[in-house]
């Protein structure tokens, strides 16, 4: 069964330090993996990565994606207040496309 | 614009009751999903349709049963409310479901059944 697993669950931190979260994955058939922010309402989007060892950069956030190894890491340097959240990554099949989800980082960014 | 917006926003109600939330999308997908986001934050897929045809349908009780008019709107309806389907429920949307694109989400609907 398709699987994917996040860690840490939960991480305080304070402003300015760099966060790496991470997400392990098994799967019969890969086609992306999804990295969103879930704030107090709809999980934004932030990225998708479908090949291995390229970096997706926006910011002050990168993540990349190891498919020999199964797992994906989201960095954020130089955290900020807004960007405590609840960190999702997701993994999508190609048979239907749905997106399965993993229990999430839930990050807070003391000031 | 909201390009994906449900309501209610929240909804409060006994067990035993029959609800509905709705869902429109605005962004010409042809793929449209619900999800469940339990109180640890877990989000899970309940049902998804392709062009008004279901592809997906997760082990969800009978209770459930969504209904999509046409391919801009997905409605879920729930039967006999028990406790446990207390939740936030989430809409989404996607061009195809076969294209390597990101699902884009609705604001959710805070389930409470008291």
Request: charged share 20%.
């Amino acid at each position: 069964e398709d699987k994917v697993v996040q860690s840490p669950l939960s991480l305080v931190v304070h402003e300015g330090d760099t966060v790496t979260l991470n997400c392990s994955y098994e799967v019969t058939n890969f086609r992306s993996l999804l990295w969103y922010k879930q704030e107090k309402k709809a999980p934004t989007f932030l990225f998708m990565l479908t090949s291995s060892g390229i970096e997706k950069k926006s910011g002050r956030l990168s993540s990349i994606l190891d498919k020999k190894e199964l797992f994906s890491i989201l960095n954020i340097t130089a955290t900020q207040t807004g960007d405590s959240a609840v960190y999702l990554c997701a993994l999508r099949s190609s048979n239907t496309g749905k997106l399965i989800f993993g229990q999430g980082t839930t990050l807070q960014v003391k000031p | 614009d909201t390009a994906v917006s449900q309501t209610p926003k929240y909804l409060v109600t006994q067990m035993g009751n029959d609800k509905s939330i709705k869902c429109e999308q605005n962004l010409g997908h042809d793929t449209m999903y619900w999800y469940k986001q339990d109180s640890k934050k877990f989000l899970k897929i309940m049902f998804s349709y392709n062009n008004k045809e279901l592809i997906i349908n997760e082990t969800v009780p009978n209770r459930f049963s969504p209904k999509s008019p046409d391919k801009a709107h997905l409605n879920l309806h729930i039967n006999s409310l028990e406790l446990g389907d207390s939740a936030v429920y989430f809409c989404a949307s996607s061009p195809s479901p076969r294209e390597k694109t990101p699902l884009h989400f609705g604001n959710g609907t805070r389930l409470t059944v008291t």
